[in-house]
């Protein structure tokens, strides 16, 4: 009775149709926007936007004050609205669901959903990894930090080690450059445009790597890598490559980068006094760098030498 009587044409009798409105109201037929809101747990707001964009107009509104009413037709039309929202559809989407007449479509959409909440899932998780990496480099940063700034023997704990240094796979780039720190700031931009572009995730920390012997390194002239471990679809990047799987000599240094070489002779002479020969490229892995803190003197980086035994 209630739709006949809404979707009907004005007639010349509005005292009649108002009489038939507030019957249909009082019968429970139709709502104030303020009853859907409660009843539906809906803002008032997001009733009045469906009601803009059209996706659920008020069953009636009355000319002469502008109140607007719902049926309880449109109840249920909520209900299945906040349903494929929860399911995270657009407005859009749900636009076309709501008609619910195709169920090949409704199909096709849902596997459509499935996919990009998938997809999405995986966008955490290696987000959630980068975020436990990040913790894991910061804590041994800060740590390393501490014992330096006591005066604390680092020996045992932070100095000069050997050991294996893992397979990782990298996102690089390689190319003669001069090396300054203007340099490297174009070259991790470009790393990053590299990450934006094959939709790949940052999985540790920057590095650089040094593949001209330092008894010669020319610093207008550098032959430099900069890479950065990556997670995600790899296949599709032509800049990827395996870094790690050789012995090397580490040590952490503290402080700017200008001063650094102190550490690498300190790494040197180690490498020197145990019967072992230093390979090229050396590498720097950033632990503690300018996007953890704004102070030079705080920063952390690993240096990693390759070295051979000397027969």
Known sequence: MADNYINAPLGKDT???????????KSDELYTVGQISNMCNIPIKTLRYYDEIGLLPPEYIDEQNNYRYYSKKQILQLSIIKHFKTSGFSLEDIRALIKREDLAMLEKKLEDKLQQTVRKIQELEYQRKKIETDIQYLKMGKEFSEYWDNGIELRDKFGIEIKEIPKVRVLYTRYRCPSNPGSYIKRYSELGALLEKYKLHRAGPLMAIFYDHYTVF??????????????GDLSQCPNIREYGGFLGVTMLHKGEYSKMTESYGAAMNWIDRNGYEFMVPATEKY???????????????EIILPVKKVK
Request: hydrophobic content about 30%.
């Open 218 to 231: 020319d610093y207008d002239n550098a032959d430099v890598e900069v890479c950065v471990p990556v997670a």
């Open 15 to 25: 005292a009649s149709k108002r009489d038939n409105i507030n019957e249909l109201k």
């Open 287 to 301: 632990i503690i760098d300018p996007t953890s803190t704004g102070l030079e003197e705080n920063y952390v980086t």
